[in-house]
C-alpha cells in the first residue's frame, strides 16, 4: 500500500435549503392545476355569500310586507342555493383530496428514491429515525397543506366579496369591516406565522430526533440487554420526548393564541356594525333584512378568518415540512450524474491511493488495491482497522477523500448509480430486513425477481435444504424484523440477494463470519463451478491474493474477511 501524494479538495458542503426552496417545492406540487378545485370553492363561496342576500330578501317582501307568495318563492330559492353550495363543496373536496393525495405520493416516491442514490456519507448526516419523519410527518404537512389549498383560495376571494357586498347596504358598515382587516392581516401575515414556524421548525427537529432514539431503542436493546444498558436508550428515549413535549405545548401555545385573536377582531366589528345598523334601521336608512344580512355577513367572517388562519398555519408547517424535504431531494455536489453508460461484464477493480476520514479524524490511512477479473483476494486486519470502510470504498458507497477508484478504467464517481449496484454489489456484515416472508426479504433487490428465479438461486447455492426446513418455505413469515433468524440465516440471505443480482465484483463484508464450515464449503463449490449466473463467496479461512475461483473467469471476486 502506497501514500498518496497529493490530497484532493475536500468534498464541498451542501448548503441548508431556504424558505423559498421549500416554497419552490410546494409550488411544484401544483403541476396538476388545481383548476377545478378552486372553481368549485369558488361556486361554494358565492353560494354562502348569496344566502345572507337571500334571507334579506325573503325577510323585507316576505315577512315585513306580509306576502306569503314572496316569502314561498324566497324559500325555494335559499333551498336551491343550499344544494348548489353542497354539490360545490363536493367537487372542492374531491378534487383537493385527488391534488394532496397524487402529489403526496409522488413526493413520498421522489424521497425514497433521491435516499435511495445518496452516498453513505451524506445518509450519515440523517438518522433512520429522522428520514422515516421526512417520508411520513412532512410528507404528510404538505398534503395537508395541499387538500387546503383552494379552500384558501376561495376564502380570500369571498372575503373581498363580502366586503363589497355589505358595502352595497351601508358604506359605513363597509368601513367597520375594512378597519379590522389591517389588523387581520398582520395577525396572520407577519406577526403569528413567523412565531409559529420557528416554533413548528423546532418541533420537527425534536420529532425527528425522537424518532432516531425509538430506532435505537428497537434496533439495539437486545445487543445492551446483557450489558445492562438498556436504561441507558431507555432514558435517552425519555430526554428526547421531553423535549417533543415541551416543543409541542410550545407550538399549541402559539396556535392557540393565534386561533383565539384572529376572530376577535371581526367579533368586535360585529359588535359595532350591529348598533350602527340597528340605529340605521330606527332611522329607516336600512331595512330589517338587511341589518340581518349584515349579521350573516360578520358571522360568516369570523368562520373564514378562523379558516383561513388555519390555512396559513398549515401554510407555515407545510414550508418548514419542505424545507426538510429539500434537505434531502436538492442536488449535492457528490451527486452522479445519470447516464445510460453501460458497464462491461469484467473488469479489473482498481483502488489507487485511497484515503478517508470522518469528522477530521483518519479511518483509512492512503491505500492501493487492484483485484482482476477471476480473483479471490483477502484483505485481512484487526478490528477498527479499515476494512469496513474499504469495502464502502471500493464499492462506491462511500466517496474517498483523496485519490480514485475505478471498474474498468471508468472513475465510480462518474458512473451512474443503477449501473454500479448492477456491476459492484457489497455483502455488508449486517444484512437489512422488512416484517414479510422470507420471499418478501429476498426480493429487496433491483428487478423485483420472481418466485422461480428466486427458488433457482436458492439451489444454486444449495441451500435448498435450509428453505425447505422453514414452516412455510419461501413464504414463511419472519415477523418484525427478522427477530426468529440467526446470524447464519441472515448472512444467507445477503448472499442469496447477491445471487440474483448477478454481479461482476462481489464485495463480501465479513459475510461469511458466523457461517459452519460444512455450508461455507457448499457455498465455496457453487461459486467455483459457476459462470457469470452464480455468487462469489468464500470460506472463513483467509485464502491467498492469486487465489482463482475455477470456471469463474468472467467474475471479479473481493472478499473482506477478518483477522484469524
Known amino acids: 500500500m502506497s501514500r498518496a501524494t497529493t490530497e484532493d479538495a475536500p468534498e464541498p458542503a451542501a448548503p441548508t435549503p431556504t424558505t423559498r426552496d421549500g416554497l419552490r417545492l410546494l409550488t411544484g406540487c401544483l403541476r396538476d392545476r388545481p383548476a377545478l378545485a378552486v372553481l368549485g370553492g369558488l361556486v361554494y363561496q ?73 452516498d453513505t456519507r ?67 401575515t407577519y406577526w403569528f406565522p413567523r412565531r409559529f414556524g420557528a416554533a413548528n421548525t423546532r418541533l420537527s427537529a425534536a420529532h425527528g430526533s425522537r424518532a432516531d432514539a425509538v430506532e435505537e431503542l428497537l434496533s439495539a436493546s437486545a445487543a445492551v440487554r446483557g450489558l445492562g444498558g438498556e436504561p441507558a436508550l431507555v432514558r435517552r428515549h425519555h430526554e428526547r420526548s421531553a423535549t417533543v413535549t415541551e416543543h409541542t405545548l410550545a407550538t399549541g401555545r402559539v396556535s392557540a393564541d393565534w386561533a383565539a385573536l384572529s376572530p376577535f377582531v371581526p367579533a368586535l366589528a360585529i359588535g ?13 336608512t336600512m331595512s330589517v333584512g338587511g341589518i340581518v344580512a349584515f349579521t350573516g355577513w360578520m358571522s360568516m367572517l369570523v368562520l373564514w378568518v378562523g ?3 388555519l390555512r396559513l398555519g398549515q401554510l407555515s408547517q407545510a414550508t418548514t415540512a419542505a424545507r426538510r424535504l429539500q434537505d434531502v431531494l436538492l442536488p449535492r455536489p457528490t451527486d ?17 491511493n485511497i484515503s478517508h476520514a470522518v469528522d477530521g479524524h483518519p479511518v483509512l490511512a492512503p491505500a492501493g488495491l487492484t483485484v482482476r477479473p477471476g480473483e479471490l483476494v483477502t484483505v485481512t486486519g484487526p478490528a477498527g482497522s479499515g476494512k469496513t470502510t474499504l469495502a464502502k470504498l471500493m464499492t462506491g458507497l462511500y466517496t474517498p477523500d483523496s485519490g480514485t477508484v475505478h471498474y474498468d478504467g471508468h472513475g465510480l464517481a462518474s458512473l451512474p448509480p443503477a449501473e454500479l449496484r448492477r456491476r459492484i454489489v457489497l455483502v455488508p456484515q449486517r444484512v437489512h430486513m ?67 443480482l448477478d454481479p461482476a465484483v462481489l464485495v463480501l463484508d465479513e459475510a461469511t463470519a458466523d457461517i459452519d464450515s460444512a455450508t461455507a464449503h457448499t457455498l465455496e463449490t457453487a461459486i467455483d463451478t459457476s459462470g457469470p449466473t452464480g455468487p462469489s463467496s468464500s470460506s472463513p479461512t483467509a485464502r491467498p491474493p492469486s487465489s482463482g475461483c475455477r470456471g469463474s473467469s468472467a467474475w471479479t471476486f473481493n472478499a473482506l474477511l477478518p483477522q484469524d
Open 46 to 118: 358565492l353560494a354562502l355569500i348569496a344566502l345572507p342576500w337571500l334571507v334579506e330578501r325573503a325577510v323585507d317582501q316576505g315577512i315585513v310586507d306580509g306576502d306569503s307568495s314572496a316569502l314561498r318563492h324566497w324559500a325555494l330559492v335559499l333551498a336551491g342555493a343550499g344544494v348548489l353550495a353542497a354539490l360545490a363543496e363536493m367537487v372542492l373536496g374531491w378534487y383537493s383530496t385527488l391534488l394532496a393525495t397524487t402529489q403526496g405520493n409522488r413526493l413520498y416516491t421522489a424521497l425514497a428514491d433521491r435516499v435511495s442514490h445518496l
Open 122 to 188: 451524506t445518509l450519515s448526516r440523517f438518522g433512520e429515525g429522522d428520514l422515516g419523519m421526512r417520508g411520513t410527518r412532512d410528507v404528510d404537512l404538505v398534503r395537508t397543506w395541499l387538500s387546503g389549498l383552494a379552500s384558501f383560495v376561495t376564502g380570500v376571494a369571498g372575503f373581498v366579496i363580502m366586503i363589497v357586498a355589505i358595502m352595497r347596504l351601508d358604506p359605513l358598515l363597509a368601513v367597520v369591516c375594512v378597519l379590522c382587516v389591517p389588523p387581520l392581516v398582520r395577525i396572520n
Open 272 to 284: 359595532a356594525g350591529l348598533g350602527l345598523g340597528g340605529l340605521a334601521v330606527l332611522r329607516s
Open 307 to 309: 379558516v383561513i388562519t
Open 336 to 352: 452522479r450524474a445519470e447516464g445510460t453508460r453501460t458497464l462491461p461484464a469484467t473488469g479489473d477493480l482498481t483502488a489507487e
Open 434 to 500: 422488512i416484517e414479510g416472508t422470507l420471499l418478501d426479504n429476498l426480493r429487496l433487490v433491483p428487478g423485483d425477481p420472481d418466485e422461480r428465479a428466486i427458488a433457482r438461486a436458492v439451489e444454486h447455492l444449495g441451500l435448498t435444504g435450509w428453505t425447505d426446513a422453514l414452516d412455510d418455505a419461501l413464504h414463511t413469515d419472519l415477523g418484525r424484523g427478522a427477530g426468529r433468524l440467526s446470524a447464519v440465516e441472515l448472512q444467507l440471505i445477503g448472499l442469496v440477494r447477491a445471487a440474483l
